[in-house]
């Protein structure tokens, strides 16, 4: 069976201005996995999403892949919204995924996305992007008629120097941090660097 739109990149975009507009958008995917990562203001980090295939999957040919992307707030001015393409692996495979063929790269953004901007509010969602895929199963020799979804969610929340929480990987301390973590008496923390000012 010939799958039907492989060559055809249906996208849609949004931004949303607030967490209440996103959730209770009725037009938007139910997630069916959420992942959760962090990012740091001043960083750039890929966005990719992946396949994963054991040998009690079945085969399925992808139809279709949907996007969305939304941010609470402006995060990187002028670079606006990444250009999303479907990987050579998946191309080169047809868009078919085979049963077996493991964890492997269909479909990215083209650029890394740049946290350039800190937010009002670290929250575990300031950017949300969702990969919502459409796909067909083979069984024995034929295709499935109806098409089915697999949506996965990822959350990102953007840490950032004067947030109030340690970041051990990125500061020494934090200058709205309460608990005064990685500062002794008479000392305050550099609001750019993270760092303790004797």
């Given at each position: 069976m010939k799958l039907k739109n492989v060559n055809v990149l249906s996208v849609l975009i949004l931004m949303m201005m607030s967490n209440l507009a996103f959730a209770n958008n009725s037009s938007l995917p139910q997630c069916d996995k959420v992942y959760y990562?962090?990012?740091?203001?001043?960083?750039?980090?890929?966005?990719?999403?992946?396949?994963?295939?054991?040998?009690?999957?079945?085969?399925?040919?992808?139809?279709?892949?949907?996007?969305?992307?939304?941010?609470?707030?402006?995060?990187?001015?002028?670079?606006?919204?990444?250009k999303f393409v479907y990987s050579n692996w998946i191309k080169d495979n047809k868009f078919i995924v085979k049963s077996g063929s493991g964890k492997?790269?269909?479909?990215?953004?083209?650029?890394?996305?740049?946290?350039?901007?800190?937010p009002k509010v670290r929250k575990k969602d300031n950017i949300k992007v969702i990969f919502d895929m459409q796909?067909?199963?083979?069984?024995?020799?034929?295709?499935?008629?109806?098409?089915?979804?697999?949506v996965r969610c990822t959350n990102y929340e953007i840490t950032s120097c004067g947030d109030g929480i340690l970041d051990k990987k990125y500061e020494q301390c934090d200058p709205n941090d309460p608990t005064r973590t990685g500062l002794k008496v008479g000392q305050t923390c550099d609001i750019k660097t993270c760092k303790p000012i004797n």
């Open positions: 990562m962090k990012v740091r203001q001043g960083y750039q980090f890929p966005i990719k999403d992946y396949i994963v295939s054991d040998k009690n999957t079945a085969t399925i040919g992808i139809t279709n892949v949907n996007h969305y992307f939304s941010t609470d707030e402006d995060y990187n001015g002028e670079q606006g919204f990444p492997n790269l269909y479909y990215y953004a083209t650029e890394k996305y740049q946290v350039k901007y800190a796909y067909k199963k083979r069984i024995g020799d034929k295709w499935s008629k109806n098409i089915k979804n697999f």
